[in-house]
């Protein structure tokens, strides 16, 4: 059977010819793995989602986790995929073999996180989660703090959480009133109430290790104040055992639309004594810590947003090439024989159009993940702040884009089943509402298109639009040597010069000072931005497809490269042209939205 | 409290200045309505729905009705609601006098079935399926089958369904199975399996009256061969008391997205014996009676849509207003007090995209409403035929127009929402879920646009097109006359030549033969001429619009006015420039998609 989480062929061609994924082996941290390798754990990947993930899904979906005398409730299943996935070593594999890791590369890694979650996001996230919290405190943390509360999330005996969002303060982080007060042995005592916070409390693992942002009794006002803290669930002694319930209470489960398999929690610390934390780092530089992570936070949720629309497009390409219904409209006869629908055109449509979002945003993260990677590899201090620069650049891109148009993959395959498609027999309905939470959460996309035009477009005189644009133009340059893809590289020349232009034109303003009317229509600039990244990630893919076809043995392979150059021809011909209204909007300064009032509404 | 279900300020300017609802009462049969009788009429739906059906909303949708010892249990609020439904006499209320009715327009019907619905769509539909039932018997029933199957359902003692579908055969209603066997005293029996038939099993009312298409035994194959049955759960004897137990079996319930108020079923027709049915009407036309009953159930989906949209939107908005959180970007001290959302940008933008889509959707809605109504009080043949033909070329679009985008007003609502827009905690997220049906009952998207473009636009030589085109002119003119206004006009006129340049270069095609090239991306066109239509619509509301805010006499009138006018701007400068994209595609006839292969993807 086909599968629904992952197509190996996509991603074979993305990882090893697209992306060169062997290249990074030549530097010494990656050194040990080899094509085979590789492919060997993103088989056993593959084979513990397909068999310990994917099948609960539905069943975690229907039936949440509840609070029962004080503890959280789940069905068994979670418990038992988990430990298959620590046993495997997944959670410790992308770090260093001292750690118990595989030193992995981080497109592997992340084409694993996206097999995993494609299987079953909310079984997924609690390691995820702890690998987020495990990276903190490996970059910032004592070796003590990592001892302590690093080392045993490796294992699954801990798990951990990002306590950072406030009823209050929602995305505003500069207003979060958590206090922190100095207390035993550099210890301080916490209290405050965070909200949303995803595995916050299960009984899934020995203890649950909370990197919770806090305010220092006396710190500054706003995201300048804002320091970070260590709060165990159980405290912890110095040989490793398990101490005395620290005072965090669970205040209560959300219920949401989807991720309805992970815990979404109200925590309530410090109502007794205060709760106990242990800073991480410096005072009042507990916001600058997170956002280091965060660029690897935000590509998680561009990856987890690419898969489940990439599994609903699985899902509806399998129904669509098994459902016979209707006859082509050029042959009504009642009595031929019904057609599949994936003869009919409009099918055809919805399914091209989510092939183009789907496997444009897989290949837009892994070449995020890749640029992480190259942050090890690079041969010189100028290779890595390129990189550096270029994933500053693109993070808004990586986490916004999939969590639009991979979204809306999710939901033209509900649209391709049809009645049978809004039904919880099939799983595309569910995995549209699992996917509804990516535009929200880790920043929502007003929150990333001011980051991108607000900040990473102007940082260093624009210095990563400039090499984002070298790079681009070194694929335009290739591209329009190649017969069969010309065409598309021309196009994009057009939308980077056009998209250049209106940045001009928008940051001209912004140096006069008029910052409300330069951010006014944000959003649109991320659309515009994020549609031009994603056909130069679509030429790079037509690209190595068209040489691809002009060597292939075998019909496959000549069906195979045929569809990715469809796709492109597709997202070049029905989508990039979009970005024309869009520039043109940004350029005219359109006050329709700056100017509307409340009253008005 | 504002009410979240509707916006009775815009109802009233929709209904009463923009598409003159009180014209309709210089004919006979609406003679007796005055504002006064219509707006209580109103009051008395909002009053029934925010205090019966409202409340319990969320309540259906977290606890499903289920099959239990052969019956269909439900909260006991659906029961108690219909009874105040039935009791204020809204089923009846279209109706004529002598049958317990108020001979209500059907705009003002419609904008009831708004308010309903936006209350409560899961309980709300099984009223509104014997709706669609009652007249279906009315039109093409016997006396008998009126007093017997009919009446009954005016007062709620019996309820209805409409059993199309079919698990082989969905969409393609040519290749229904079910068969009809002629048997006692007139009588047929019949045998097959329905699928997706919402309210198709309950206890709710005393019997159910299915309105079933079947195939009477050699009947021609295909659409012409189909014929349409009344089969009651229990049999009704001559004096209206209830016989035996029909061979209806329910064999299952389906489980959905949303919608989940109501049940949706799998029947099993004439397992035993054959369940007895009664012809309506003659052999084989039964899919000529269902599609003149069509164009008002297309109408009710696309009101459906607008109002869940709608309500959405009124639910973001209030939580805009109230929520206070971040700062504008020229004033980041974090000392300074948070703002309310409402007033970043970026929110502005989510809300007003919303307004200006349903609001588009209400009026457009209206439209339609006012041309079935127009269909009984037309002075002449030549009126009721012309709009009889607008009603057909817009149908369609009433349709789907509103399913894509005040389905995207839902999305942007959880969006205004953020993370607790994601949580069950508010009813955005389960207005999504109800309103992703829409795109696919009644006539997916997909045979929307082919009934558009295939049927629609060509019947009569085009005719339906060239009435609504003269029309949109003279709206045109109109709008040209007035100051403010004069710039929507001639956006419109550009796009109105533009789709009739469009459409000429297509029906071309068709006209060589090329059927498969002509309907080949005919999405496309449903969605230029959707746009064309409803930008049409806003030129008639900006134009009252225009000249209330000129003779406004209070501050909250000019706010309504601006904000109109507001809406207006953001949909012919955001959305409507959109469309010259859409026609490039149909001009080139771009064959991306008819030109993808099965083994391309």
């Known amino acids: 059977m086909t599968s629904t989480i992952t197509n190996r062929r996509d991603l074979d061609f993305l990882l090893y010819d697209v992306f060169d994924l062997l290249g990074l082996t030549a530097h010494g941290h990656y050194a040990d793995h080899d094509k085979e390798t590789l492919d060997a754990v993103i088989d056993t990947a593959q084979k513990i989602a397909e068999d310990h993930f994917l099948p609960h899904a539905a069943l975690v979906d229907e039936e949440e986790p509840t609070f029962l005398n004080g503890k959280v409730e789940m069905r068994p299943e979670v418990k038992e995929a988990l430990t298959h996935y620590y046993e495997a070593g997944f959670l410790a594999a992308p770090h260093e073999y001292d750690l118990g890791g595989m030193q992995l590369p981080h497109m592997v890694s992340t084409a694993i996180k996206g097999i995993f979650t494609a299987a079953n996001v909310g079984t997924t996230a609690y390691p995820f989660l702890s690998g987020a919290n495990v990276n903190v405190i490996k970059n910032f943390g004592t070796e003590e703090q990592k001892r302590l509360f690093m080392e045993p999330q490796l294992t699954g005996r801990y798990m951990g959480t990002m306590a950072l969002t406030e009823p209050q303060a929602g995305s505003s982080l500069s207003d979060i009133k958590t206090t922190a007060t100095p207390g035993d042995a550099g210890s301080y005592r916490l209290s405050g109430n965070k909200i949303f916070i995803s595995a916050g409390d299960h009984e899934l693992s020995e203890n649950i290790v909370h990197l919770v942002l806090a305010r220092i009794k006396g710190a500054p006002p706003g995201v300048k104040g804002i320091s970070l803290f260590i709060v165990p669930k159980y405290l912890v002694n110095e040989d490793g055992t398990l101490g005395e319930r620290n005072d965090v209470q669970l205040a209560g489960l959300i219920h949401k639309m989807g991720y309805r398999g992970t815990t979404s929690t109200m925590l309530n610390f410090g109502e007794k004594e205060g709760a106990v934390g242990y800073l991480v780092g410096e005072p009042n530089k507990g916001l600058s810590y997170m956002f280091q992570m965060m660029n690897e936070a935000r590509i998680g949720v561009g990856v987890g947003a690419v898969v489940l629309g990439y599994s609903g497009y699985l899902n509806a390409l399998a129904y669509a090439k098994d459902r016979p219904q209707g006859r082509p409209p050029q042959n009504k006869d009642p009595k031929a024989a019904q057609v599949h629908i994936i003869e009919h055109t409009d099918v055809k449509r919805m399914l091209l159009a989510s092939k183009s979002y789907v496997e444009g945003g897989l290949a837009l993260a892994l070449y995020a993940a890749r640029l992480v990677d190259q942050l090890k590899t690079a041969a010189s201090d100028t290779e890595k702040e390129e990189s550096r620069l270029l994933l500053e650049i693109l993070t808004p ?32 309905e569910r995995l549209y509402r699992d996917n509804r939470l990516n535009p929200i959460h880790e920043g929502t996309h007003g929150i ?154």
Request: charged share 25%; with cysteine.
């Open 397 to 428: 891109i990586v986490k916004s884009w999939p969590a639009v148009y991979c979204l809306e993959a999710n939901s033209l395959a509900i649209q391709v089943l049809g009645g049978y498609g809004y039904t919880r027999e099939y799983p595309v």
């Open 448 to 601: 990333q298109s001011m980051d991108l035009l607000g900040r990473k477009v102007t940082m260093q005189n624009g210095k990563a639009f400039k090499i984002l644009a070298e790079r681009m133009a070194e694929t335009i340059a290739a591209g329009k040597d190649q017969t069969g893809i010309k065409d598309f590289a021309i196009a994009l020349e057009a939308a980077l010069s056009q998209v250049e232009q209106t940045t001009r034109t928008l940051t001209a303003e912004a140096a006069k000072g008029n910052i409300d009317l330069f951010l006014a229509n944000s959003a649109v600039y991320l659309e515009v931005f994020g549609h031009m990244v994603v056909a130069w990630i679509w030429l790079q893919q037509a690209i190595t497809a068209q040489r691809g076809l002009e060597q292939a043995s075998s019909e496959e392979d000549t069906a195979f490269f045929q569809g990715k150059l469809q796709a492109c021809r597709y997202f070049f011909r029905w989508e990039l042209p979009k970005i024309a209204h869009g520039c043109r909007i940004l350029e005219d300064f359109d006050r329709t939205c700056l100017e509307m009032r409340e009253e008005w509404f």
